[in-house]
């Protein structure tokens, strides 16, 4: 069993940037790969970015490319989401994923307990 621990959600304003951070447990975080996704109120849940166990292959939403920078350190079984240039469309819960490289969420394994993001206009 693997947990995932998510931090990093907030209050932000429009144009602002925040780096979510997602540490997961056990000793084989090297071989899962990661992802984040996204759901906001009366949505579906939907895919932002993924990247592969060593960090090399990475994914991402079209919403979010360019803005968005999906990262892993896995010394420190953390996977990291940096965003910038926020708007109001990225308001939702965040939710950190692992067992996958995919924009199914139905191929992950383990999920985080999500956090909130916020962008005020």
């Known amino acids: 069993q693997v947990q995932l621990v998510e931090s990093g959600g907030g209050l932000v304003q429009v144009g602002g940037s925040l780096r979510l951070s997602c540490v997961a447990s056990?000793?084989?975080?090297?071989?899962?790969?990661m992802g984040w996704f996204r759901q906001a109120p009366g949505k579906e849940r939907e895919f932002v970015a993924s990247?592969?166990?060593?960090?090399?292959?990475?994914r991402y939403a079209h919403s979010v490319k360019g803005r968005f920078t999906i990262s892993r350190d896995n010394a420190k079984n953390t996977v990291y989401l940096i965003m910038n240039n926020l708007n109001p469309e990225d308001t939702a819960v965040y939710y950190c994923?692992?067992?996958?490289?995919?924009?199914?969420?139905?191929?992950?394994?383990?999920w985080g307990q999500g956090t909130q993001v916020t962008v005020s206009s």
């Open positions: 994923a692992a067992g996958a490289v995919s924009v199914n969420p139905l191929e992950y394994n383990y």
């Open positions: 056990g000793r084989t975080f090297s071989t899962y790969g």
């Open positions: 990247i592969d166990r060593s960090g090399n292959v990475r």
